[in-house]
Each structure stands twice: as C-alpha cells, then as structure tokens.
C-alpha cells in the first residue's frame, strides 16, 4: 500500500515533504485475549506526523496513547484478578473466558483486522480529496459495516452452539451448557466492537486521539461494576441445571456486554463534535476496491491465528479444571510487560521507520529495527527473568487472596515456565511492523501460518504426552516458544529482503543483558527462598507479596548493575526514551 505524502511548509517558509497522518499496522498477537479487540485496534493505527497547523504532536499525542494503553491494561488486569477471587479458577471461570474470546474471534474474522488495518488511510485521503470532507464516503462506509456487523452478529449468535462446539472438548471438567447460555450474552458484543472500531478509525483520521484511546478503559471500570454486583448476588451459580435466568448468568453476560455498549458509546459525542452525521448510504465507493489485496491477507492472518486459539482451547479443556483461566491469567501477565514497555518503544522507532521505508532508505529501516530490538532486550529481558524466578511469589501475592494457594501456585509455575517468551514476543512484534512500514501484509501472514502449525502440532503433543494437571504447563510453554519460531522465521525473512540486519551488534546487547539477567534471576530466586524459610507455615498471599517486593528489589537491582559494569551502551537511552514517554501528556 502507498504511503502518501502531502506537502506542508518548511521551517524556512519552503514546501517539505512529510509522511501523512497515519500508516496501517497490522494485528500481531497470536491470539487477542478475552478484552483485547479494541484495544489493539487502538494501538494498531499508529501515529506518523500531524500535516496540519495546530494539531497534537507526534509525541504529545503518542505519549497520552501510552498513558490511555497502560491504565486500559490496568483496569483490564484488575477485572480479571476480581473476577478470580469472585469465582476461583473454576468451570465458571473457564466457561467465561472461552465464551468472552467468541465475540473477540468473531469480530477480528468479520471485521475486526481489515477495519483497523485498511479504513484510516482511506479515510485521511478521501478527507483531503473530496468536497465534503469524505462525509458522504465515511457514511457509505458506516453503512456497509453496521449491516455486515449486524447480519454476523446474528448468525454468531444463533450458531452459539456451533461455536462452542469448535472450541471446547467434551469433559468432565467442561461445562458446555454454561458455555452455550453465556455465549448467546456475550455474542452481540461483536457488533459493538465494529461500532467502536470504525468510530475510533474516523476519529484517528481527523486526528483525535484521546476518545479511541480511553474507551477501553471506560469498558474496564463498567466490567468491574459489574463483577462488583456478581459478589453482592446471594448464592451461586447454579451449573446443573444451567438456566439463561439464573441471576448470576445474566449478570455476568449482560453487565460484560454493557461494558462493550459503553466502549462504543463514550466516543458518539466526540464523533458528533467533529460534524459527523450518521445518513443511510447505500452503494459501493471504488476507493475501497483498491485495499482489496491487503484485506484480503489481514483476513487470513486473523483466520489463521484463531485456528491457533482454538487448538490451544480445546486441550485445555481435557486437563484439570481451571486450566483455560490459568492459561488466560498467564498470558494476561506476559503481555503486560509488552503493554507497558514494549508498546511505548515501538511508539517512538515506528514513525521513522515508515518514514525511512517510504523513501527507500532501507539501511535506516534496518538501524531502526536493530535499535528497537536492543531496547527491547534491555528492558524486557529483565523482566523475563524476575518473571521466572519469581512467578509463583507473584500469583500468590495477586491470585490467593482467598486461600486458594494450590490454584495459584499452579498459575506460577505456568508463568514461571513460559516467561522466557516475553522477549521473542516483543521482538516478533517490532519485526512485523517492520514488513508493515515496507507495506507488506503477505509476509506476516505466511510467518503466522509457521507459527500456527508449530503451535497447533506441539498442543497436541502436549495432549498425548501430558497427564491433565500438567497440561496447563505444556500449553503456556508452546505459547511462549512459538514467538521464538516466528522471531527466526521473521530474522531470516527480514535478512533475505533487506540484507544483513546488523545482528553482531544485537547478539552482542542481547548476550549482555542475559548474563545479568541471569545472576539477577538467581539472586531473586534465593531472596525467595530465604524468607519462604524464615516465614513460619506454608507460603500464602502475605508471603508471596514480600518476596515479590524484596526479591524483585534485590534482583533488578543486580541486573542492572551488572549491565551497567558490563557497560550495555541501550541502557540509559531505554530508560530514558520511557520515562519521556510516560512524562508527556
């Protein structure tokens, strides 16, 4: 796809040339989690360069993303830690989490990842091209996806059980019932999520950044009211009979939807404020014929991921109970460190990286690549490590709050196992949006097809070779290990189009980082290990918390001294290209 450059004037009165306002980026993620869909539709549509005369900065409008990305995971991590102290790593935590991924599924397949990949650019250039300013363009087009989004959320929701068919085995520790009775709840999110996605997509056009960004947020805090009058109900749920007029049932289902509702609604003001009115256009407008291709393969990177999903969903469900939540929880907390991290360091490389492509500067492509690797590495690596050393303190310290210390220590063993993956996945991200700055769309999916068959061959694997209180161990380690599959399919891709991609320089930082993080792992470890031994009784929240906190302390503490001796030249800039982020408002 073009990138389109529009002359505005130089600093010294001249005309220049300048990227235009946005690029589309493709989705990543092998699998969107339960609340994910709008919130990577948020991050997928970067920013480049503001063209117009008083419009937000690049960097003021990149860092209010940050902020609106960090609190959204953080509203999102918190709904999700209520919702296990609401109702445990139970079958009605399971039967809830793969119920709340359909709508997800749904939408990205109908949708979700041509939506947030194709419609902005349209949308920038029919703005600067057409008489009206593109309404009648984005009024066709709002027409076309509410009757698309309508007509398959209707046959979503009829085909519930069809759906909870495909993604969840028979056995004695699924409930297909409660699967099926939530499903037709949470269904017609999937036409909101359209709703939300394109009204942030014509919002981001018109340069309006802090609506889109903040809606997640908005549908955080209504799912935690939500899960708030789910504990206040008398009872519990009843699983035998399951009843879609069960008190809890409709709680939890429409109270989640609401959330999306919401999403969806917090930015019709905003819409309205910028002279959008909604008319019935009918009719097909040609601009939209020439994203075909890309839309085209978007769909088949979307499709291709959830067969993923799915393999991974259906082995769970043949091990313990519990075992879908703990997988989510899981990949829950190794996302966060990308989210918070990872994302505002790919906020900072991407702009010029696309800059660079567009004008065929593919050298600067590759600097800006190999910096944003090393950054990466310096700062998600020692994360990675305390994740491991510390991953059963961690769950006990967040998930054993009501005394479920075996639940949560599986949960940290799951983390503790599979937390080697946070660097691959963070790494696999900056290179797809490496082939997305070349406008590449058909690489990306043919590495996710590689990463696909490794994910789905070594799930069964894990079935056939695991007894069931095991399996959730095997599944979070696949997951993990197939970001460092697509990360060397993607290095050696990468290298066969661009060349050598200055991998001495990067092997160099990364051995670096991981000797430090190695011995501040191991100093983390054995903090733990001294007070589980001084703490009389067996381990529990209050302990997990101190060795969280005092073992964490100890362990970044050495890494980075150790990097600082070792003298690991991205260190400093790393520290400082997040804090800036973070400052700027």
Request: charged share 10%; proline share 5%.
């Amino acid at each position: 796809m073009p990138i389109h450059r529009t002359p505005v004037p130089g600093a010294n009165g001249r005309q220049g040339w300048h990227v235009a306002e946005t690029q589309p980026i493709s989705a990543i993620p092998a699998e969107p989690g339960p609340d994910q869909a709008f919130e990577q539709a948020a991050e997928q549509t970067q920013i480049i360069r503001p063209v117009s005369p008083g419009k937000p900065s690049l960097l003021k409008a990149s860092g209010s993303m940050a902020i609106a990305t960090l609190i959204s995971r953080i509203t999102g991590f918190l709904w999700k830690l209520l919702l296990a102290f609401a109702v445990g790593f139970s079958v009605v935590n399971d039967s809830f989490n793969v119920s709340n991924t359909l709508p997800n599924s749904i939408f990205e397949l109908l949708i979700g990842g041509v939506l947030t990949s194709v419609v902005v650019p349209v949308l920038v250039r029919s703005q600067k091209a057409d008489a009206d300013g593109g309404q009648r363009f984005v009024q066709q087009m709002m027409t076309l996806a509410v009757v698309v989004l309508g007509i398959g959320t209707i046959i979503a929701v009829v085909c519930a059980p069809l759906l909870t068919w495909i993604f969840v085995t028979e056995s004695d520790t699924s409930n297909t019932d409660l699967v099926n009775v939530l499903a037709y709840l949470l269904l017609p999110q999937i036409f909101f999520y359209g709703l939300s996605a394109l009204a942030g997509a014509i919002l981001q056009s018109k340069q309006i950044f802090s609506p889109p960004a903040w809606a997640p947020v908005v549908n955080n805090l209504v799912v935690i009211v939500t899960i708030g009058v789910y504990m206040l109900l008398p009872g519990e749920m009843s699983l035998d009979p399951v009843s879609m007029t069960d008190a809890h049932v409709l709680v939890l289902g429409l109270g989640v939807t609401l959330g999306v509702v919401s999403q969806a609604a917090i930015q019709v003001p905003a819409l309205r404020a910028t002279g959008f009115t909604f008319r019935w256009r009918w009719g097909w407008d040609s601009r939209l014929s020439e994203f075909g291709g890309l839309a085209l393969w978007m769909l088949a990177y979307v499709a291709v991921s959830q067969v993923g999903l799915i393999a991974l969903s259906r082995v769970a469900f043949t091990g313990d109970a519990g075992g879908w939540s703990t997988y989510n929880y899981v990949w829950m907390l190794l996302q966060l460190p990308y989210g918070v991290i990872g994302f505002s360091i790919m906020t900072a490389i991407l702009p010029r990286m696309s800059a660079a492509a567009a004008d065929g500067d593919y050298a600067k492509v590759i600097d800006d690549l190999s910096l944003g690797n090393r950054l990466s590495t310096v700062t998600l690596m020692p994360v990675s490590a305390i994740m491991t050393a510390l991953g059963v303190p961690l769950a006990l310290s967040l998930f054993a709050l009501r005394g479920e210390t075996g639940s949560a220590t599986t949960l940290g063993l799951a983390l503790a196992i599979s937390a080697f993956g946070v660097l691959p996945y963070a790494l696999t991200m900056m290179q797809m949006r490496t082939f997305n700055s070349l406008n590449d769309a058909r690489t990306p999916t043919l590495i996710m097809v590689v990463m696909t068959v490794a994910k789905v061959l070594l799930a069964i694997l894990v079935a056939a070779m695991l007894p069931p209180d095991q399996i959730v161990f095997g599944l979070t380690f696949v997951n993990s290990f197939t970001f460092i599959v697509g990360w060397l399919v993607g290095e050696a891709w990468l290298r066969h189009r661009l060349g050598p991609l200055g991998s001495r320089r990067f092997l160099v930082t990364l051995g670096k980082s991981l000797i430090a993080s190695v011995i501040g792992g191991l100093a983390a470890w054995g903090v733990a290990l001294g007070i589980d031994a001084l703490v009389p009784g067996s381990a529990g929240a209050g302990t997990g918390w101190l060795q969280l906190l005092i073992g964490s302390a100890v362990g970044f503490a050495v890494i980075f001294g150790i990097m600082s001796m070792l003298r690991v030249a991205e260190l400093q800039p790393a520290i400082g290209r997040l804090a800036g982020l973070l400052r700027r408002r």
